[in-house]
């Protein structure tokens, strides 16, 4: 946020500032402060794939399974945690 630039509606003059103020207030309050708008969102996702042996694979699905979620959101958790503790070295 650029500085002296304030909030529109929560005057604030930072994004934690903004964050404050929306933690307590609801958009229903300044309906009539708000207007009509559109923008474009380009979001550019990518998936890359790696081979992985099955018994592995197989182990990744049922521990994800007993989770309750995917299992590439479980493998994406596992490798985002490596290479976290890695850069600690």
Do not use: C
């Amino acid at each position: 946020m650029r500085k002296n630039k304030k909030s529109s509606i929560s005057k604030a003059s930072s994004y934690k500032e903004i964050g404050e103020f929306w933690d307590k207030h609801s958009l229903s309050e300044f309906r009539d402060k708000t207007r009509k708008t559109s923008f474009d969102v380009d979001i550019v996702s990518e998936i890359t794939y790696f081979a992985i042996d099955k018994e592995i694979s197989e182990q990744i699905h049922s521990i994800a399974k007993k989770r309750g979620i995917p299992a590439g959101t479980l493998l994406n958790l596992w490798v985002q945690e490596k290479i976290l503790n890695r850069r600690h070295l």
